[in-house]
């Protein structure tokens, strides 16, 4: 097999396949496809929410990167999430979650699959065990973000897929890390979910999501509801996706040069109560970092001293570092969690995953590192 970045940049892009030799896949934006005669109506393609060449292209790149047979495309992180829930539970079905899960996957959980009678259970996946301790005879998957959002807490996929066994369904939000990272199908889990608005687009100019499996059965059946509910990705979309995953090994590698050194440089400064970054020895499973992750990524939190309103203070005083949501583009992004990413939850939710006023949040980009800490001791000295 070619290497991770000859995949990125090849897969889906061969000039020979394409009509007039193009050496980038070209945007099909056509939503209907004629046909000579009436036999060949269910042939090739048809019609564009059920398969379009553009998004086809994009999908073969993702299964590949990700080390898996299949991948789907969808119009958002949240809709590869939602087609996965619809598209395998029932009524009466249980789901063990981490307890620290990026809020709109709680919001999903909580307020909306809940009511159609699927039970959602939080749990610290941090103890593989917990997750041993919490299964029932109803319990049906095991949802993972490791790290998770924004505490970048891990879970051993490993071991948990183990635990699973055959008959629980393990799904890890690999958001974070990245395949370039972590590839949690080699490690046993059965499906990967990417909002691939993060760092798979890598721009913060394209809104969507993706599933990754390499199970026939489970492929079968997520095609199935990605094609009936209609959450698809769309030709342009997928266009820059794919455009965005041929430097993914490049940002990434920077992205987390720069998040090591500034969490080094807040982990000794007087204003920081504490830092959240897998890459720094004091963080409690950096031992389980070094061996499921080949690198530690660009995302990092950490608590100022002072409370909410320091914290505010610090965020808008900022330049490079732009106070925003979503994350995983080039330029950096900070924001406050307990406010902003996660403010549907409640006060009492926020307390016990342990998500204070004073977490900042913070998305470091691809800039230069020095001018990166100067400004956040710019905005210290506010």
Known sequence: MKGFTTRAIHIGEDPSQMQYGDVISPIHLSTTFAKERIEDVEK????????????????????????????????????????????????GDEVIAFDD?????????????????????????????NVNNEITERTRMIWIETPTNPLLK???????????????????????????????????????????????????????????????????????????IGAILSPFDSWLVMRGLKTLSLRMERHEYNAKNIAKYLEEHPNVQRVYYPGLKSHPQYELAKTQMSGFGGMLSFEIKGGLEKAKKFVESLELFALAESLGGVESLIEIPAVMTHASLSPNELNKIGISNSLIRVSVGIEDLDDLINDIETAFSV
């Open 44 to 91: 090739g393609y048809v019609y564009s929410r059920t398969s379009n060449p553009t998004r086809d292209r994009l999908e073969k790149k993702l299964a590949s990167l990700e080390g898996g047979k299949y991948a789907l495309a969808f119009s958002s992180g949240l809709a590869a999430e939602s087609t996965i829930l619809l598209s395998l539970l029932h009524k």
């Open 101 to 129: 899960l990026y809020g709109g996957t709680k919001r999903l959980f909580n307020e909306v699959m809940a009511k159609y009678g699927i039970n959602f259970k939080y749990i610290d996946m941090t103890q593989a065990d």
């Open 154 to 228: 891990l879970a051993d996929i490993r071991c948990i897929s183990e635990i699973a066994g055959h008959d629980i369904i393990v799904v890890v939000d690999n958001t974070f890390a990245t395949p370039y990272f972590q590839r949690p199908l080699e490690l046993g889990a059965d499906i990967v979910v990417h909002s691939v608005t993060k760092y798979l687009g890598g721009h913060s100019d394209v809104v969507g999501g993706a599933v990754i499996v390499n199970d026939n059965d489970l492929h079968e059946k997520l095609r199935f509801h990605q094609n009936a």
